[in-house]
C-alpha cells in the first residue's frame, strides 16, 4: 500500500529533511565544476586539434624538395 501524497510530505517535515541543507555545498561544488570543466575539456580539444593541424603543415612543408 503506497502513502498518500499529504502523508509523504507530513513524513519529510517530521523526519526533519526539509531543511536539511548538509549536502548543499557538495552539489554547488559539483555544478561548479560541471559548468567549468566541461566547457573546458571542449576548449583543449579544440586548441589540441588546432595545434595538431598546424604541426602537421609545418612538418609537411618542412618535407617539401624546394631549395
Known amino acids: 500500500m503506497h502513502p498518500q ?11 526533519g ?6 549536502g548543499q555545498t557538495s ?3 559539483t555544478l ?3 559548468g ?4 573546458m575539456v571542449y576548449v583543449f580539444t579544440t586548441l589540441l586539434n588546432a595545434l595538431s593541424s598546424y604541426y602537421q603543415m609545418v612538418t609537411f ?3 617539401l624538395p624546394l631549395p
Open 5 to 15: 501524497p499529504r502523508q509523504g510530505i507530513e513524513y519529510i517535515r517530521r523526519a
Open 17 to 22: 529533511l526539509a531543511g536539511d541543507q548538509a
Open 27 to 29: 552539489v554547488e561544488y
Open 32 to 34: 561548479l565544476l560541471a
Open 36 to 39: 567549468i570543466g566541461l566547457p
Open 61 to 63: 612543408l618542412q618535407t
